[in-house]
């Protein structure tokens, strides 16, 4: 799963000096947390295995032959709808977590909670190092945090930028997280200068 981890970030920093080369803006988005059936499973923020194996988005159609290993597993909702509005919109967001491990039950690795306070706190600093490795190729425009704790973790992390919260896609939030995303773009397009 390190490898898998290493070779995402290869990736996105490799778009992050293209990007900025281009003069377009970035975008970090924070979800919660990896999930057992996603990034539990493959190392890579708001991903899956099947995912993985099956995306159309270009980001991941060029990923896939860098990684070390692709699991058999399933398939996990928040990173499928995720990664097809992305595809959509012509996006491709730096994507972590505001705690990037996967919490579970005790001695039952195949369960999800929430992370706990003490998690999000361990999780901050592992945002912040994230963006001073990004930082040395490009500073994001914009933050995004995916559902409650993933906008508190962004928010706290860089209290001196303004993170725009975007709807969590479970439970019925497809359509706002979509919503959401194209009004950043919006955003982002304005940012833009070479448009």
């Not at 901050?124 to 963006?131: Q, V």
């Not at 559902?147 to 993170?163: N, S």
Request: proline share 7%.
């Amino acid at each position: 799963m390190a490898d898998n981890l290493t070779a995402y970030l290869e990736l996105m920093l490799e778009h992050a000096r293209e990007t900025t080369a281009a003069g377009r803006p970035r975008l970090l988005l924070v979800a919660e947390a990896l999930g057992f059936k996603g990034g539990g499973e493959t190392g890579i923020p708001l991903s899956s295995p099947a995912l993985l194996r099956s995306c159309k988005h270009p980001f991941i159609e060029t990923l896939r032959p860098n990684l070390a290993l692709v699991p058999e597993g399933g398939s996990e909702a928040t990173a499928t709808i995720a990664w097809e509005c992305f595809a959509r919109l012509g996006l491709t967001p730096l994507v972590w977590n505001a705690f990037p491990f996967h919490p579970h039950q005790i001695a039952r690795t195949h369960s999800n909670r929430a992370p706990r306070a003490a998690e999000l706190r361990e999780g901050i600093d592992w945002l912040r190092r994230l963006d001073q490795l990004v930082a040395a190729h490009s500073t994001p425009t914009m933050v995004a945090g995916v559902g409650r704790k993933g906008t508190l973790a962004a928010q706290v992390a860089f209290p001196e930028r303004e993170v725009v919260a975007l709807r969590h896609p479970s439970y019925g939030g497809k359509a706002e997280f979509e919503r959401g995303l194209r009004q950043l773009m919006s955003r982002l397009d304005t940012a833009d200068p070479a448009r």
